[in-house]
């Protein structure tokens, strides 16, 4: 008996240490099974609290009354699948006739209480179907992306969502996107957490950095096209429409319009095309677009027309082309002039790190979800990397992207540099990078050009 206590009071300890300091260690030993068990007994009675239950039946009733039974009981959804993950549970329950998504939706707040858990997030699978999926920890707090994700082309995994699932960041389903943030609210490790998704892909990286660089050109010999002041990059987005007209007319030479060619060889974009003579797709990344759209004379003002024009041109007609627009900034609304508001529109993906006032998190959310904005402005400061992403059917999610270094963006860059393909368009623009020097130079000194 002795021995049983002391192997007891070593599992509780163990227990307790590993909630306090591994949580997710916790939940793959004990939590999982004791989460588990909590919801299979209180589910009936949490499902009638929650007000998930409806009254039965009229054939029931009365078949009651004939054989003199008691009244039958409310019937709750039922359990289709309880599927225990690495992060929480998945359950997924099929709703009884006259109950709708949106109740469940509504109470899940109300269901992460009675259950026990950290988190409980709901969609609709099918009709009538519902999906609840529970998370046992908070998995944002310290990210750590699963082993294996989902490898399709074109489709980056770049943070962990509040759920536990992955959250992905798709070029082909959402082809443009914008991120917003405030300064030191995460912005830039989303964007090296991209270029290092991107990196072992076949696809051609372009960069325009109007804060002299400092952030993309380290990732430089990983890109086809750099541009680190707003003159190289209206000549580059300029290059870029031009780019976009060939394989325009690539396409059109290549789209087989007959009686005999079946509907799924027509081709109307890149990948309808042979692999052979498939372009290769171009990721434009705008680290601060208000560096693009500000100006203080008149010939920055033309300027600056020409680059907004091109980026709506590019934003409107790219998709086709395999040209994916990625765009990044503290601010993105009508104050930075004409265009801006045309160009939103287009950008269907939308990230919103932690902003500082509401104004900002309308920009990104206010025509999609109210809730969003709402989510947006209670962004903790000290939660780096934490944001909402949201596309233009309304649904959001909170997501955290892990912490990805530069020179962790840099090393992966470097690995896959061979894998850097050649676009006549861009060669212009081809970063040139030198060796580094082998001294450091005072600031107080000029230090010789490397890149």
Known sequence: MTWFVIALVLVVAAAVILRWRRPAWYWLTFGVLVATVRVLVRYASVMDACGL???????RLALARVANRPVPESRVPRILRLRPTRTGLVLRIKLRPGQDAFDVAAATDR??????????????????????????????????????????????????????????????????????????????????????????????LVGIDCKQGVELFPL??????????????LELLEALVSHMEEVYQLIRAEQRISVAVPDAEIAADIWDLPEDIRPVPVVVLVDEVAELALFASKDEEKRRDRIITALVRLAQLGRAAGIYLEICGQRFGSELGKGITMLRAQLTGRTAHRVNDETSANMAFG?????????AIQIPAETRGMAIAGDSTGGWHRIRAPHTSLRQAVNLCNKYADRTPDVPALAPYRPTVAALPSTRVPLSKTAPATA
């Open 367 to 375: 025509d999609i979800s109210p809730d969003a904005v709402l989510a």
């Open 111 to 204: 269901l992460r209480h009675s259950f026990g858990m950290y988190g409980v997030t709901s969609r609709e699978v099918r009709s009538g179907v519902v999906e609840v999926r529970m998370t046992g920890y908070d998995v944002l707090k310290q990210v750590q992306m699963p082993a294996k994700t989902d490898t399709r082309p074109m489709q980056v995994p770049v943070a962990l969502r509040e759920d536990g699932s992955v959250h992905y960041r798709d070029y082909r389903a959402v082809p443009h996107g914008l991120t917003l943030g405030a300064t030191e609210s995460g912005k830039s490790v989303y964007q090296r957490n991209l270029v290092a998704g991107l990196a072992p892909m076949d696809v051609a």
């Open 53 to 59: 239950t409806v009254p039965p039946s009229r054939w």
């Open 220 to 233: 430089a010999r990983r890109f086809s096209a750099l541009a680190d002041n707003p003159d190289t990059a």
